[in-house]
């Protein structure tokens, strides 16, 4: 079995290992290191290269938000998953704009931090529910606001917004038509169509193109 390589970014080190502690037991999962701040963070991500950056927002020199910014640039093959106590909106969307491709609550259980891990891991974006409401709820709240009368090439519509909105919080065809009230062909199709204006491949670089350009 290939292990999970996981590296640990808290500046509490009773925090780094109550972590490792839920983790170490996992058999799919390896610990390769650790970190106390985002700066050191990003030093250990190019010596170790791990699949998975578990780190937290509040850390001295480099915050995990900036750190996540620099590897998801640098070391784009490491994916950060933000876990923080931390529940408001301005956190979640930076974390998110950042290019993180999760975000927990330190208080959420053992079985969801291993899912959301695993998910990761696997290129998929991971959020818990009540996360996943605030990023929803601020991408909702954008499609409310006028258009502007500027037409830039990569411009969506409202609906394409909306359906991309959930994509980007992991829903998949069928959970994103049952929220918006549209059958499920109609979700693939506008999501094919935004691949496609946009150049993309697959549902990662969709999300991470709408991300990067601010699409929604």
């Given at each position: 079995?290939?292990?999970?390589k996981i ?6 080190t009773?925090v780094?290992?109550g972590?490792?502690s ?9 610990i ?11 030093t250990?991500?190019?010596e170790?290269?791990?699949d998975v ?25 490491t994916?950060c998953?933000v876990?923080?106590?931390?529940h ?7 974390a998110?704009e950042?290019?993180?491709?999760g975000?927990?609550?330190k208080d ?9 891990i ?5 290129g998929?974006k991971y959020?818990?529910p009540?996360v996943?409401n605030?990023?929803v709820?601020s ?6 606001e ?8 990569n411009?969506l519509?409202k609906?394409e ?5 959930f994509?980007?919080e992991?829903s ?6 049952e929220?918006?009230?549209l059958?499920v062909?109609t979700v693939?199709n ?6 496609k204006?946009?150049?993309v491949?697959n549902a ?13």
């Amino acid at each position: 079995m290939t292990k999970i390589k996981i590296l640990l970014a808290d500046d509490h080190t009773l925090v780094r290992n109550g972590i490792r502690s839920m983790l170490e037991n996992s058999a799919d999962l390896e610990i390769v290191g650790e970190a106390q701040n985002g700066a050191e963070a990003l030093t250990k991500v190019k010596e170790l290269a791990p699949d998975v950056l578990l780190l937290d927002i509040a850390m001295p020199i480099m915050t995990g938000i900036e750190a996540t910014a620099q590897i998801n640039k640098l070391y784009p093959e490491t994916r950060c998953l933000v876990l923080s106590m931390h529940h408001d909106e301005d956190y979640i969307l930076k974390a998110v704009e950042s290019g993180a491709y999760g975000y927990l609550l330190k208080d959420n259980t053992r079985e969801e931090m291993l899912q959301a891990i695993r998910r990761v891991a696997a290129g998929e974006k991971y959020f818990g529910p009540s996360v996943s409401n605030v990023i929803v709820a601020s991408y909702l709240q954008k499609l409310k606001e006028p258009e502007t009368t500027l037409a830039p090439k990569n411009k969506l519509s409202k609906q394409e917004k909306a359906v991309l909105a959930f994509i980007i919080e992991g829903s998949n065809s069928r959970e994103i038509a049952e929220k918006l009230n549209l059958s499920v062909r109609t979700v693939d199709n506008h999501r094919a169509s935004m691949m496609k204006r946009l150049k993309v491949k697959n549902a990662v670089e969709l999300v991470r193109k709408a991300l990067d350009e601010k699409l929604v």
